[in-house]
């Protein structure tokens, strides 16, 4: 990071039932080579054990929310967006993968 509380880019991940990809999508942003980041990930109330995933990794730029109700697609993409600190913002799909 670039000492500051505040990262240049946030990473944000909707999710909702994406144990299947999560992990994959997790590792290969955490595995940038630009650091500067943080990374949310909000959980739309998801029924699988995409929370238990997402918790296994300790990494101080991941950031996980939790959603209270399922908010719809839009409204948890909308949430990450809240949630996204950085001067820039990336909204990336949970089965996705970024190449380094």
């Not at 880019?9 to 990809?21: A, F, Q, W």
């Not at 999508?25 to 940038?32: E, F, M, N, R």
């Amino acid at each position: 990071m670039n000492g500051s509380l505040t990262p240049k880019v946030s990473v944000c991940i909707p999710v909702y039932n994406g144990s299947e990809y999560i992990a994959e999508s997790i590792d290969s942003v955490l595995a940038q080579t630009y650091e500067d980041f943080d990374l949310t990930i909000c959980d739309n109330c998801s029924t699988d054990n995409t929370q238990e995933i997402v918790r296994s990794f300790h990494d101080s730029r991941l950031k996980y929310v939790r959603n209270a109700e399922n908010l719809g697609l839009v409204g948890n993409s909308n949430r990450c967006l809240e949630l996204a600190r950085g001067e820039y913002v990336c909204i990336w799909h949970h089965d996705d993968v970024m190449l380094p």
